[in-house]
């Protein structure tokens, strides 16, 4: 019998080609690792292939080897002409010229680095990246920086320029010098530099410098306004301002706005500049325009005889230039650039015109009254006519206020008038002095009396320092009136009537007559018994004084020793229509006068004394055994008496009195003045320029009497 034996399992193994694919496999990694090291063997001590060096191929050349390809491309590169353009310059150059150095050494060794750094890994990349891409080794790597930086800044100092700010300037004689601003010029000069060294490396052979415009600090439009205003204004084609009023035209010449204009700012970055219009001389020449202009009004005046009206002085509009608002519209206008410009002008209507001279409804006459000056000296005389000619025609308008200094007007030496006297106060007490126009207040009190009597409404009157008996009315004392216009002392009245009333003025040598034309109002004027109270006697020993104004051989009795007193006159206006009376209560206080003769001594002879002529004049005026009137307690009672032609005279118990400040020289009836030669003046010397003395503090009234 045979047995049976389990066969034993057997490995399999692999085919003859799946051994050797295996095989390979392995051998991969060291064949690789095989190959790069007799790659890094092979290229141990050269440069890296696919390097290369100004277009010099130097990969896998030992050092000395690449240094002797490339020095020649070197010097060529150095020697290469280059032309650099900026601005509006031109440099024809070489590298070498611009201070390039350029180490053929540098440049291979720059090629030999590539490769070797890092770490194995690194270097092995960087090395096969060189072998497949390619490597340039560009000549600015090596290129001396701070030498071609130092040849493009003195290239830039040739054309780099500052900006030019604008600028405006205005001469004193109107000339207009504007300057335009204008960019810098920058060079940049590392911007440049990489043109250079891009252009080295390249080939080519021009070169542009990198440049920049620099702005200016204050550009045209800073200034452009301003000096559009100044051409516009003193421009070669500027026209002239005018301006005008009716069919008048002033015109504002280029030699007057040169005075005007004036130019401010525009100095510093941000500012502009401003032109301005100086209101000082436009106000001056506003002025000079507004003389062309102005005019006061004038109301007509006219003479009345026998029932017709007779124009003296037509009437005229009045005008004012709004000096103020002209010279703002002016000045508006300038800067506007306007050619003309409307005047503003008030203009202010007569309130009595020559129009229509019957409208007025003057044909009676009202009241009328007259003073005598006979024995005064000339210079009064003249004084009183020439007053008198001022006022004869003056026609007072229904609720119209007439002024006495306003309708007389200046009274100076240049308007005509002559050195008169005029009484001042001083330590001593009241004393006559030389004063202009001596014999107003005479023509002021004439027009005073027949205003009162014919009960017209007192607005402001002043009495005298002394009582003149020839200004008594209609026997009743206290109604006298004494101006001044220096020293703010007026006589004035108002015509409270609807209807209007005409002044009439007239002389002879020896009085001064006025007369009131229109309608006679309908009340009824009732006038009380003046009283006299405080009553002071003078002192009458005669006085003489030196007054050197006066010429030699001249004198003039100034005062007559007369007593003081206060006289107080009411009178009542008693309307028609049985209404309350209208109640005036006239007070005046007079002081006790001296008599006082002035002695001349301009002039004196040498020799001879002037207390011998004084002497000589209070021999003569010694007093003689007769008694000096005095004052009655009280006047004779008037009740709207009939007018007459001259005043009543004096009752023989009337006091005497001396001239008013600025009035009569010698009261009528006493001795005058010696003699003086026609064109002899009375006083040279000038007024006493301390008016408010004059005024205020000799005794005249020193506030206006009630309205009545």
Partial sequence: MSRTVPAVAQPSRPSLPQASNLLGLAALPVVALALLALFELANWDKVTLGVTALDTSIGGMARNDAVARVAPDVQQLLDRPLVIHGADQTWHTTPRDLG???????????????????????????????????????????????????????????????????????????????????????????????????????????????????????????????????????????????????????????????????????????????????????????????KDIDQAVQDARFSFNGGSLKVLRPSRQGRSLDQQTTVQAVHDALLAGDSSVALPVRTVDPSVSSDDAQSLGITELIDRGSTSFAGSVPEKKHNIELAAQ?????????????????????????????????????????????SVAGGICQVATTLFQPVFWAGYQLEQRFWHLYWIPAYTSRGVVGLDVTVDSDAGLDFKWTNTTSTYVLVQASTDDSNIYFALYGKKPAWKVQVDDAIVTNRIPPDTRPLAQEEPSLPWGRTVLVETARDGFDAEVIRRVIPADGSKPRELDLKSTYQPARTITLVGSKGKPAGVSVDDAIQKVLDAQKPKPTATPAPAATAVSTAAPAPTAAATAVPAAQPTAAPKPAATAAPPNQPAATAVPPNQPAAPTPKPQAQANVANASGIAPTPTPRH
Avoid: C
């Avoid at 720059?110 to 990246?129: C, E, H, K, T, V």
């Avoid at 590392?190 to 542009?208: C, E, I, M, P, Y």
């Fill in 390 to 434: 001022r006022l004869t025609g003056v026609v007072v308008a229904p609720g119209a206020t007439f002024s006495f200094n306003d309708a007389v007007g200046p009274t100076t030496i240049d308007a005509g008038f002559q050195w008169g006297f005029g009484i001042t106060s001083g330590n001593d007490g009241p004393r006559t002095v030389p």
């Fill in 100 to 290: 390039l150095r350029l180490d053929p050494n540098e440049l291979v060794d720059a090629g030999y680095a590539i490769g070797r750094q890092g770490s194995p890994f690194d270097r092995l990349g960087d090395q096969l990246d060189t072998l497949v891409h390619g490597r340039t080794i560009s000549a600015a790597s090596t290129t001396d920086r701070t030498a071609l930086d130092g040849s493009l800044v003195g290239m830039a100092r040739q054309i780099e320029r500052a900006p030019t700010d604008a600028r405006l300037s205005l001469a004193k004689d109107g000339t207009i010098t504007a300057t335009e601003a204008r960019d810098g010029l920058a060079v940049d000069i590392g911007a440049s530099r990489d043109q250079v060294t891009s252009a080295l490396n390249s080939g080519a052979q021009s070169v542009a410098l990198v440049t920049a415009p620099v702005p200016p600090s204050i550009p045209n439009q800073q200034l452009q306004d301003a000096r559009d205003q100044l051409d516009r204004l003193l421009g070669p084609d500027a026209p002239a301002l005018t301006v005008t009023f009716g069919d008048k035209t002033w015109r504002l010449e280029h030699a007057d706005v040169v005075k005007l204009v004036s130019l401010s700012g525009g100095t510093r970055p941000g500012e502009p500049a401003v032109v301005k219009i100086d209101n000082a001389p436009l106000a001056a020449w506003t002025a000079r325009v507004a």
